[in-house]
């Protein structure tokens, strides 16, 4: 019973907690702090508090395969976490939501490779409402549901962002079953960290320059950034540990009616019905595949 209701918590924390980080993400970028920048530093941050997560392990005692995904995860993550803070530079906070219902798509065929979690007809038959719900959301663009939709560069980030979380999820999922949930946590900082800095000498970015966007009046929202965030992943961790991926990851869908009103209430985004009907439609794929989909 207790462990029922954490979960349930942990759950509702994490469709809450996600979408209200998207809005900080985008507010930070839109003060002109780079991208790649608020990914590294929201990272860093999180590396920092973790230090006390782990004072009494014994890092000696860790399986190989924990460093192998740790390292996937980090991988993964930083990548898709950038392209994910590139999108909502570019983009609607209201339509960008919604693709993100593809996750719970690409983490089941993901899954079955390396968790074995096999959806049957009806899981099959949920992925095709969260795509058909998708045409609501996205034919509220100007491009409509087209090809020229999927050539603007928003969309483009927003789904290699999408798969790339997706594909992390899995690899978290192993690194929870070789280690726990606490640790999972703090690699999931530590090599989000290495990488997202990795990605900052790749793309050459001025961090002594860039640095200086951050100002005073940016602190509270990196803060409030940092707190979603590490909210976001540990209770994701936490679900992960108890719950097949596959339907976690269609649970956490329901962030997307709170991407929408966000976006229209926040940064005045139009469209508002449209996207709830969509919204809604692709709700309903995420629930179809958590009730029938064999454990």
Not at 13 to 20: E, K, T, V
Request: charged content about 15%.
């Amino acid at each position: 019973m207790i462990e029922t209701f954490l979960t349930s918590a942990a759950v509702v924390l994490r469709i809450l907690s996600n979408p209200f980080g998207n809005v900080f993400q985008k507010q930070l970028t839109a003060k002109k702090n780079h991208p790649l920048l608020v990914n590294f530093l929201t990272y860093l941050l999180l590396s920092f508090l973790c230090v006390f997560l782990v004072l009494n392990v014994n890092w000696s005692d860790l399986p190989r395969q924990f460093w192998f995904y740790s390292i996937l995860v980090g991988i993964a993550g930083a990548v898709g976490n950038g392209f994910l803070v590139k999108a909502l530079q570019k983009g609607d906070l209201s339509v960008l939501g919604p693709i993100n219902s593809y996750k719970s798509v690409v983490g089941i065929i993901v899954g079955i490779f390396l968790l074995h979690e096999i959806p049957n007809l009806a899981g099959i038959f949920g992925i095709g409402l969260i795509v058909y719900g998708s045409y609501f959301v996205l034919d509220t663009t100007e491009e409509r549901f087209s090809w020229a939709l999927l050539k603007r560069p928003e969309i483009q980030f927003r789904i290699w962002a999408m798969i790339l979380t997706a594909i992390e999820a899995v690899f978290i999922k192993k690194v929870i079953l070789s280690s726990s949930a606490t640790l999972a946590f703090v690699s999931w900082c530590w090599f989000g960290a290495l990488f997202s800095l990795a990605l900052l000498l790749v793309y050459k970015v001025n961090l002594k320059k860039e640095i200086r966007h951050v100002t005073h009046s940016n602190i509270s929202k990196y803060i409030l950034l940092v707190a979603c965030v590490g909210t976001m992943q540990f209770t994701t961790n936490y679900t992960f540990d108890h719950m097949p991926v596959g339907y976690a990851l269609s649970l956490f869908q329901l962030s997307t009616i709170v991407s929408v009103l966000l976006g229209h209430r926040i940064f005045k985004e139009m469209g508002i019905r449209k996207k709830l009907i969509g919204s809604a439609i692709m709700i309903i794929g995420s629930i179809v595949i958590i009730l029938f989909q064999k454990h």
